[in-house]
């Protein structure tokens, strides 16, 4: 049954819920099993009680959450979780930190430079935003802040690093992307390599250029820290090495062809297991912990899934899809116009959703139009990747923001976060314009690694 007007007011009325704060994955779930049964109600073949319920809504509910299950690359995420958990609770990070700190300490804002390379490793071991942010700010703000770094500026430092974990493969929002766009994963990956080095290289030149310009935020130690270059090497190669080299391990066989993201995720928690281990962290109490957040999260993200895809099968069969398309194809936009005017949308969305409903509900209705203005969908999904950084930094739901007062509590003011994390919204724009003008920084990897794309 077609019907646009209640596909619009289905699609109103979740934003509505959402921005009152109703769960996401259940306030989903709930509207499409609710619109849905109006859309597939037979009133006809109603008899009695037991007709009811035998709506077709039920067994699209039943078929969803079935293909969710049984989806092999969503099985790389779990995977991928309890490898970031288990390192976050090894202290692998606090060792980190401490040698890149030690190995930066004569560059300007070695503390800022130190803590943006541990986010960056950390976060793309685990992929878990609030986790990066929680953890940095309990461990590398303090830090800062005794060195008396201006407290906007590190606060910015924190909440930027701590989102590159949902761009940097292996990234979870990128498998979660696959899923919905129905691409490769692996493509994806490779897509997303040299755009994620940029943007975490251009918050480090950020860092280095505004302290050489104003030393008094992030000024250098009071004492010499005395150590011999043989002591910094130790440091890294204790640290920064065996979790580097997991990672790389972990991306390059997925890159390489060696095994899928799944099989790639399995051997990354294996080797976390081992290097918690070596660490002496490898804890029964720890593993529980890692075991029961994975678990969580886990299940999070497939009831998100089941939601979606019910959500959107019924708002498709409402006619909304159809009546969003044609609304946008009648402009008569260029590519460049229809590039823009989506990337404004998710941008506008950034504020008050986080990056998993954007992603999930809104995204994919601009997916169906990329053939219609001939666009790669894996250059396409690079300006969203890199867009819903977004989402993190923009006030006034900059959730970044949010899980680093939370765990400062009183020691900072939210507005001192919020300026703080301003300027590395102006270079994730900025990285957005460089990867339009210049498309291969996005696809010349993917394509030299696996052939040019055809549909």
């Known amino acids: 049954m077609t019907n646009p007007e209640v596909a619009i007011l289905m699609l109103s009325l979740f934003i509505f819920l959402v921005m009152l704060g109703f769960p996401v994955a259940f ?10 049964y109006y859309a597939y109600l037979d009133l006809d073949s109603i008899e009695g009680l037991a007709d009811v ?26 995977l991928f979780l309890f490898m970031g958990y288990v390192v976050e609770r090894a202290n692998i990070v606090n060792r980190l930190f401490e040698s890149l700190q030690l190995a930066a300490r004569n560059l300007p804002g070695s503390m800022a430079v130190a803590a943006l390379l541990t986010c960056a490793v950390f976060s793309t071991a685990s992929g878990i935003v609030g986790a990066v942010v929680t953890l940095m700010g309990l461990l590398a703000y303090p830090a800062m802040a005794k060195a008396n ?20 493969p292996p990234s979870i929002m990128l498998i979660v992307y696959a899923a919905i ?3 490769s994963p692996l493509r994806l990956y490779a897509a997303a390599v040299f ?25 250098k130690p009071d004492h010499n820290i005395t150590i011999s270059r043989r002591q910094v090497y130790w440091q890294l190669l204790t640290s920064f090495v065996p979790l580097t080299a997991l990672i790389l391990l972990v991306l390059g066989s997925i890159l390489g062809g060696l095994a899928t993201p799944a099989e790639a ?3 990354g928690a294996l080797g976390g297991l081992v290097l918690a281990a070596l660490y002496g962290a490898l804890t029964w109490q720890k593993l529980k912990e890692s075991v029961f957040l994975t678990a969580k999260a886990t299940a999070m993200v497939c009831w998100l899934f089941v939601g979606s895809w019910t959500f959107a099968s019924v708002f498709s069969y409402l006619g909304g899809h159809t009546v969003i398309e044609a609304y946008v194809l009648s402009f008569n936009l260029t590519p460049w116009q229809f590039l823009i005017m989506a990337q404004v949308i998710i941008f506008l969305l950034g504020w008050p959703l986080e990056w998993s409903e954007i992603l999930i509900i809104f995204v994919p209705i601009f997916l169906p139009m990329l053939d219609n203005f001939g666009i790669n969908p894996y250059f396409f999904a690079m300006l969203v990747a890199l867009n819903l950084q977004t989402s993190f930094l923009t006030p006034p739901m900059a959730m970044s923001a949010y899980y680093l007062k939370g765990v400062l509590k009183g020691a900072i003011e939210l507005m001192d976060i919020f300026r703080g994390i301003m300027p590395y919204l102006g270079i994730v724009i900025f990285s957005m314009f460089l990867m339009y003008q210049f498309p291969a920084i996005a696809l010349w990897l993917p394509d030299y690694l696996f052939g040019s794309y055809v549909k």
């Open 149 to 168: 770094y201006d407290k906007s500026f590190a606060s910015g430092v924190i909440c930027a690093g701590g989102t590159l974990g949902i761009l940097i």
């Open 27 to 36: 306030t989903l779930l709930a509207m499409g099993v609710g619109f849905g």
């Open 265 to 267: 995720a399995a051997m």
């Open 53 to 78: 319920f035998s709506n077709k809504i039920f067994y699209l509910l039943n078929q969803n959450t079935y293909s969710v299950m049984e989806n092999d690359t969503l099985v790389a995420i779990p």
């Open 195 to 219: 755009p994620g080095l940029i943007l975490a290289g251009s918050y480090i030149a950020y860092v280095i250029i505004r302290v050489m310009i104003n030393p008094s935020i992030a000024p």
């Open 181 to 183: 766009a129905e691409l």
